[in-house]
């Protein structure tokens, strides 16, 4: 899995192929708000606000995971679907900070939109660096 930081600032195709040439599956998480490159097995894209996903992750993302900070990221996360391909799983995500607040309305909200799933943060919950 590559993630943290933004890991599309750079090009990936060196990494992903010999990643690949030791048979391993090579996945992402990425606002995609740069240009894709690479060739991934799973591509996550998390888009942010600020500065919104190249066209080209809409189309290759296998899911889209939107983080719920507050009410209004609901309508974010709808814009952000209505931009990808077809065959993505779709993610409501709590930020961490808000997850007390924020968990309850998500919850709510995949009932009433089941298109959406609930993402949580395993790791954090079981204090898993």
Same mark, same amino acid.
């Given at each position: 899995?590559?993630?943290?930081? #933004?890991? *599309? @600032?750079? =090009?990936?195709?060196? &990494?992903?192929?010999? *990643?690949?040439?030791?048979?391993?599956?090579? $996945?992402? #998480?990425?606002?995609?708000?740069?240009?894709?490159?690479?060739?991934? =097995?799973?591509?996550?894209?998390?888009?942010?606000?600020?500065?919104?996903?190249?066209?080209?992750?809409?189309? %290759?993302? $296998?899911?889209?995971?939107?983080?719920?900070?507050?009410?209004? =990221?609901?309508?974010?996360?709808? #814009?952000?679907?209505?931009? %990808?391909?077809?065959?993505?799983? *779709?993610? &409501?995500?709590?930020?961490?900070?808000?997850?007390?607040?924020? @968990?309850?309305? %998500?919850?709510?909200?995949?009932?009433?939109?089941?298109?959406?799933?609930?993402? *949580?943060? @395993?790791?954090?919950?079981?204090?898993?660096?």
């Amino acid at each position: 899995m590559v993630t943290g930081g #933004e890991p *599309l @600032t750079w =090009d990936m195709t060196v &990494l992903t192929n010999k *990643l690949k040439e030791q048979n391993l599956r090579v $996945h992402i #998480e990425t606002s995609g708000a740069y240009p894709v490159t690479g060739s991934w =097995d799973w591509f996550c894209l998390s888009p942010k606000k600020t500065k919104l996903p190249v066209e080209d992750a809409y189309k %290759i993302a $296998h899911e889209l995971k939107v983080i719920i900070h507050n009410k209004h =990221d609901f309508q974010f996360a709808e #814009e952000q679907a209505a931009k %990808i391909n077809d065959n993505a799983i *779709l993610f &409501l995500q709590p930020e961490w900070s808000k997850k007390e607040e924020m @968990t309850p309305l %998500i919850v709510d909200y995949v009932m009433n939109n089941p298109k959406w799933r609930v993402s *949580l943060q @395993t790791h954090k919950y079981l204090n898993i660096p």
